[in-house]
């Protein structure tokens, strides 16, 4: 038998998409870092917790085609355990010596609650802590995807009732004041582990640690969507029935695929509350959700990639207008979004494909001219013109 | 397999009986019975409406039926779901070719090859070197061998109809559902197809839909003439084309 030429060899990165990590990597490790100081590089790591987010996103929408109006939900859930965590710690009896009942956080006090819930116990566990910011969200997620993909429930319905969710959880929070901290959310967080994360070498370590956990998601993502995994959801977004009779249960493809982009939601949530030194409902509610599933298409819902320099330059702008135009700033940015639906809708990313990349390929044939190297081998003709597989 | 099948099964793989649905009162298929042999090609024909896709479509379980029963070498499929129907050894090709455009004919076959069908078997799947001898088999069969590198969406209309029965083939079912396989081909495309059909015939069986009158004389063992959700004839070609309510209703036209 004859081994056909075109069963590619399955590699993890293609040589471009190398280059793409590389570059990412120097922005988000050297340039920023060097360029700005550490009050920006704080917010910088701010917008990084949302380029988690942004990543499950490409993977839920992009290459699978849900698309989840709720995001918020889990990046609150894993920033609210990591809260928490931080809240026990910062309730110490020492601290909270002033307050009726001691040794409980400060809004459980001024809510009459005497004792610390049960279900608050487990997060004076650190280990614990780093368990369900991943677990919780992810769990949830589950349920959600269960109730809803093996009901076929997909689509509009399905971006509804996420959106539906990120409210339900959000008046949950705000109305159970005495155990969640209610609509101001938990504030006041001080010390992980006795390392104080208020100053400034504490923020600039963090953004790295973001950075560092980002690029670990990132490095799963390409892995799924280089795998049988990244192709089958290709084709469920397109062809949903022939999957089916191609011998797949297609909700549970849906279903993994919903809680991987909850747990990066989630990860990023959790590093969200360690930069900014709080979590509270606003974080997590319709608003944000709908913002996040913008950073995603303004970097490109196809691009891992994009994705982050989408939640990246969406977030600078918004820090840049808001600080430059108090009153006009939401209307700048409604025009942003507009004009990435109009005119790319693809996004960064599908603007580089169309715009840079062929340019970046035609320099580079000229340079190898001027050095009088011989021009790159013409590949195979093919009948139709294609680019080929990747 | 199954020793307690009932009596009347035992000989047929597919029995079909007092299948029926209705939609919204009107009964596109009615109490219909039908059985396919092991082996046996048999072409379903009949005016529009008659229900020949809802046949196909209640076997394969896209559409849930309102009573009767479809038996599979003795198992019951009307309760499974649809990947369960196709682990169990049945294929269905649809009308429309039915591909996944933006992958390549060789992704297109990896993704039907009968490997990794759950999530973590999907995430340990490798490219071994049996899937693409395979896939390379089921290239050749289908005309394709020079086009794996290609993404699907560019093929032409019949290589789509070619690459959609490769990707059943590749499955391997014993019944193997097509639904008007030769629709919108040329001439020579429709020979070819009918080659294609008479070389993967062996040890299976087929159901096929379809119009064109040449093709399903070329093609089929048997053939059944559907009528407003009912069975109009069956029998042999020969025997239905000289039935006077099959000319009335179908090939008069």
Redesign the interface.
Known sequence: ????????E?KLFTPAELVGFVILATVIFIVLPASVDAFRLNLFGKYLTYAFVAVGLVLCWGAGGILSLGQGVFFGLGGYCMAMFLKLEASSPENTAIQSTPGIPDFMDWNQVTALPWWWEPFNSFAFTLFAVIAVPTAFAFIIGVAMFTRRVGGVYFAIITQAIAAILTILIIGQQGYTGGVNGMTDLRTLLGWDIRTDSAKTALYFVSGALLFVCLFIAQW?RK???G??L??IR??E??????????A??KI?VFCLGAAFAAVGGAMFTLQVGFMSPTIIGIVPSIMMVIFCAVGGRLSILGAVYGALLVNWAQTVFSELFPQLWQFAMGGLFIAVVMLFPMGLAGLYDSHVKPRLARLVREMRVLKGLPPEPARPA?A?G?A??E | MNVATPAHTTNFLLSVEGLTVSFDGFKAVDDLSFYVDPDEIRVIIGPNGAGKTTVLDLI?G?TRASGGSVRFKGAELLTM???QI??AGV??K?QNP??????????NL???F?R????FG??A???A?DV??R???V?ETIFL?DL????AG?LSHGQKQWLEIG?LLI?DPELMMLDEPVAGMSVAERKKTAELLNRIIAGRSMIIIEHDMGFVKDIAHKVTVLHQGKILSEGSMEKVQADPRVVEVYLGH
């Open positions: 038998m004859k081994t056909p030429a075109h069963a590619p399955q799924v795998g049988k995994v192709r089958l290709v084709a397109d062809q029935d022939r999957v089916r009779f191609s011998g797949y249960d297609v549970n493809f993994f093919r139709t294609a080929p597989a | 394969c896209r779901r649809e990947d196709v682990h294929g269905r649809f039915s591909i996944y455009e933006d992958l390549t004919v060789f992704e990896e993704l039907s009968p990794g069908w759950s999530v999907a995430l799947f490798k490219r070197p693409v001898d896939i390379g088999e290239a061998a794996l590198g290609e993404k560019l990707m499955q």
